[in-house]
């Protein structure tokens, strides 16, 4: 899994780019048995079927991923575009399987030029971003536009948020929002929720919260709950409205929205809800727990290490934090590893050792890339002095398919420094800085953080800090 440090609307957007990719659920159990013998005779969409299955557990079959991918390996080669367009999102992706960038484009291209729209928003969605192959936004637009014309409801959405949102082409609001509201007017939920995000948020057109809840409710009609969760959540830290962000949360949660819940949660451990807010934390994790939402591991050791309703206490917060990733909580891991690596300045050490023995230690709970991006975060956060610097420089650059708004904030919350140090280098380059290198973070080096932070979507919070750790994140991803 690649983490980024994400506003809420870029999150949906990721969020329905990986579920279109997908594509692959089935609303019935398959007859497996059926299929094998098919797929035995060579008939590679029986295989490919089958090898979906298998690799995600669905339909009613076990998970077996290496069974799986030879099944989708062998209908790829035999021509089955389907197949094509998967494997290629899967060795693309690198999260069942080591990745294999140059496969994995070589089958996306094959089957975009197949007219797999599947493979066209996945390769769209790698040139937006620069995903394991150098950006491209003018050819993940075209791909898009493509797959758009052919009738395909999740690309002409994904294209209205990018034209809207100007995160990585040309910002065209006109168009971006007529694409959405054509989206709306034949039905699209998700589009609503898209385009209620955005006046939510004000990006890319002004700030409208009521047609931001009318969008919403009108999402919810159709049992669609992520609209009313980003409304509530914003009434709730804003404290605009205590009752009521409850209340629309709830809602949301009794939608399916999971996250409602965390939402909740998190909301009464710091006395964000109505009435007595704490005390209402049990009952609001407990329903997201069954929801399946890992992250209240993560808030019950914020609990513990920061002492809220109960005594603070460090070593309590990370014997938590371990018995959870030990069942296979990966956000407790994501949470763990950085709070031993760079200390919380209170009840827990700075110990990038021990955080480095827990990366050995659920190793297997993490992707290849993750592990890379934890052990150099890792190694920066020992580095000290200025002369270590070019070393662990080189290293950086060396791996540019590690970059990720989240690795940046990783490597600027080890090494505060080292970031400034890297930014220093990359502005120097462009010629947007004439500064020293040192990692300082000078007047110069603000200044010129200061400009190129306009070019990304925190435009609105440079002028308050530029320091940020999710500005400092994206300009190292660029």
């Given at each position: ?8 609307l ?6 329905a ?11 019935e ?8 013998t098919?797929?035995t ?19 009613g ?37 080591p ?5 994995a ?26 995903f394991r ?111 009521g ?31 007595r ?10 329903k ?18 920061w ?19 030990d ?7 994501h ?88 930014l ?19 007047r ?20 308050n ?14």
């Amino acid at each position: 899994m690649r983490r980024r440090g994400n506003s809420p609307l870029r999150t949906l957007f990721i969020a329905a780019v990986l579920g279109v990719a997908a594509g692959i659920a089935q609303a019935e159990d398959l007859d497996l048995e059926a299929l094998r013998t098919e797929a035995t005779a060579g008939n590679a969409e029986a295989g490919r079927t089958l090898g979906e299955a298998l690799l995600y557990g669905i339909s009613g079959a076990k998970q077996d991923i290496p069974a799986g991918i030879a099944l989708l390996r062998q209908a790829a080669e035999a021509g089955d575009v389907a197949a094509q367009a998967t494997l290629g999102k899967v060795l693309l992706d690198g999260y069942y399987i080591p990745p294999e960038p140059e496969r994995a484009f070589a089958l996306l291209e094959a089957a975009s030029e197949a007219g797999s729209t599947h493979a066209q928003i996945t390769l769209a969605e790698a040139l937006l971003w620069g995903f394991r192959h150098e950006a491209d936004p003018a050819r993940a637009k075209s791909l898009l536009t493509t797959a758009h014309e052919a009738g395909d409801p999740d690309a002409r959405r994904i294209l209205g948020e990018q034209l809207i949102a100007g995160w990585a082409l040309e910002r065209d609001v006109d168009q971006g929002l007529a694409l959405l509201e054509e989206a709306i007017a034949e039905g699209d939920d998700k589009a609503q929720v898209t385009l209620a995000a955005f006046y939510l948020y004000g990006i890319g057109a002004p700030r409208d919260r009521a047609r931001a809840l009318m969008l919403s409710e009108s999402a919810a009609e159709t049992g669609n709950g992520a609209g009313l969760k980003d409304y509530g959540t914003m009434l709730m830290w804003s404290l605009r409205d205590r009752a009521g962000s409850e209340t629309i949360l709830k809602r949301a949660g009794e939608l399916g929205e999971g996250a409602a819940w965390s939402a909740l949660a998190e909301g009464a451990m710091y006395g964000y809800l109505a009435g007595r807010s704490r005390a209402k934390f049990d009952d609001f994790a407990e329903k997201a727990v069954e929801a399946g939402e890992t992250r209240i591991a993560v808030l019950q050791a914020e609990r513990q290490m920061w002492g809220i309703s109960m005594r603070a206490s460090g070593p309590a917060t990370l014997a938590g934090l371990e018995a959870a990733a030990d069942e296979g909580n990966k956000d407790a891991l994501h949470f763990l590893i950085p709070l031993v690596r760079d200390g919380n300045h209170l009840n827990i050490r700075k110990e990038p050792e021990r955080a480095r023995g827990y990366l050995e230690r659920y190793a297997a709970l993490l992707s290849a890339d993750e592990i890379a991006q934890y052990t150099l975060s890792i190694d920066a956060a020992k580095v000290r002095v200025l002369s270590a610097y070019p070393a662990l420089r080189d290293r950086f650059l060396a791996r540019p398919e590690l970059k990720s708004n989240w690795f940046g904030e990783q490597l600027y919350k080890a090494n505060p420094n080292f970031a400034i140090y890297l930014l220093q280098g990359a502005m120097t380059a462009d010629g947007s800085y004439s500064g020293k290198i040192d990692g300082m973070a000078t007047r110069r080096t603000i200044n010129a953080l200061w400009r190129a932070c306009e070019a990304t979507r925190h435009f609105t919070d440079c002028a308050n800090d530029v320091m940020q750790p999710k500005v400092i994140g994206e300009l190292l991803a660029r």
